[in-house]
């Protein structure tokens, strides 16, 4: 399906939506109720790809409150409990976590969708994956971890270890793929520096990232390929909707996998159809708890034209550019914290950063704060500033900092920050 003509794949992917709603429509209270109320009783009234946007929004509040009253799972299940073999829990960095169950059918096609992101990094036989991971309820690489052995690959778990540790264990185990954020991949790289060791002489060939968008983000991209010897790729996904994207060798975005899933993009604001905004997400293979239209909260811009690597899927152009709530609008401009990222780390010499929006007088002004190793600390705030206001057409306020004095990240980092007063 990676290769086959757009006609092709649209008619997959209606084949399957109406197989998805005859199931729900049938036993899933949740769904079957949100269809009921906007009139669609049947999956005959599905006549093309269009009719979908007929059906309603899936948002995650509204499935938070379906298991605050319904304990402990909700109602969003398509079959009886006890066909359900694996649980999992979102982070809750935004609120309360929501419990997740796959059937054995539903993990089977969580596994199936990350063989592709494998097969997209060209990880095979004789591949060694190391995850840099915790393995705790949040789903993460867990169907990494389990999805390596479908495209034959050896999968070394890195849990419960410090970081030492794993650094350790994925040199002395020569391991080839190395699966993490894009914060620890570099986070590890600085250990092993510390430690006297070469990452870049490493066996490790590839890595996966994901979590951030920082994989797809240029400058991020080349300091961890230039830190691992490697070719880094990005993978996009979270545990509602399953492993929705990823890069391939022809590094110009990453690819939706719309075998699996179908994308739409809304303007946020007007909730209309458009070329960049928010992505929603219908998945098609995992009937034990679907969402359908997910408001999955990260805004991208798509790009259909054909990819040098043949694949036919449409592609994010520059992977996830924001999240819809990370946005901030400072005086009439809208700026996404990987925006700022992505213009900071094309300089060498800054080794950590800050930004934030404050409230100037009357006016909103970005501030960023950075720390500056073995150059002239005004030369590189002067040129950063005026790099930002050409990029983002905004004028910030750049303040240099002693060295060790910024926050260090290990897994994820949170680098921006919104100071302004909240009415
Ligand atoms: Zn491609």
Not at 384 to 407: A, D, F, M
Request: hydrophobic share 40%; charged share 25%.
């Amino acid at each position: 399906m990676e290769n086959a003509p757009r006609e092709r794949l649209r008619q997959h992917q209606l084949d399957r939506l109406r197989v998805l709603l005859a199931q729900v429509l049938d036993s899933n209270p949740f769904y079957r109720q949100k269809l009921f109320d906007c009139g669609f009783r049947s999956p005959q009234e599905l006549n093309s790809l269009d009719d979908l946007a007929r059906l309603p929004f899936t948002t995650k509040r509204e499935l938070v409150a379906d298991q605050a009253s319904n304990p402990l799972f909700g109602t969003n299940l398509t079959f009886p409990l006890d066909r359900y073999v694996k649980f999992h829990q979102t982070s809750g960095t935004t609120g309360r976590p929501l419990r997740w169950l796959d059937t054995d059918a539903s993990w089977q096609w969580w596994l199936r969708c990350w063989a592709a992101v494998y097969r997209a990094a060209g990880v095979g036989p004789g591949d060694r994956v190391f995850f840099a991971f915790g393995f705790g309820p949040f789903i993460g690489f867990w169907s990494a971890f389990e999805s390596a052995r479908l495209v034959g690959a050896l999968s070394i778990p890195g849990g419960g270890m410090s970081s030492e540790q794993r650094l350790r264990s994925l040199l002395e185990n020569n391991a080839t793929v190395l699966v993490c954020t894009p914060t620890y991949a570099l986070h590890l790289a600085d250990i092993a520096r510390r430690e006297g060791l070469d990452a870049a002489r490493s066996a490790i060939r590839v890595t996966i990232q994901a979590g951030e968008p920082g994989g797809s983000i240029p400058s991020v991209r080349q300091r961890i390929e230039d830190a691992w010897g490697a070719q880094c790729f990005d993978h996009t996904g979270a545990t509602e909707v399953g492993a929705t994207g990823f890069s391939c060798a022809a590094r110009c975005g990453v690819h939706l996998n719309e075998s699996e899933f179908i994308f739409e993009v809304i303007d946020p604001l007007t909730l209309e159809p458009a070329r960049e905004g928010e992505l929603l997400v219908t998945n098609l293979g995992r009937a034990g708890m679907p969402v359908i239209r997910y408001r999955v909260g990260d805004i991208v811009r798509l790009d259909e034209s054909p990819c040098e690597c043949g694949r036919t899927y449409a592609r994010m152009a520059g992977g996830i550019i924001g999240r819809a709530d990370d946005m901030v609008t400072v005086r009439g401009v809208n700026v996404f914290p990987s925006a700022i990222d992505a213009i900071v780390r094309q300089f060498q010499a800054i080794s950590e950063y800050s930004s934030e929006v404050v409230r100037s007088g009357e006016l909103d002004a970005l501030l960023v704060k950075i720390e500056v190793r073995d150059s002239d600390g005004e030369d590189v705030a002067a040129a950063l500033g005026s790099h930002i206001q050409r990029q983002l057409s905004l004028r910030p306020v750049v303040q240099v900092v002693p060295e060790g004095t910024l926050p260090r990240f290990e897994l994820k980092a949170r680098r921006f920050f919104d100071r302004r007063a909240k009415n």
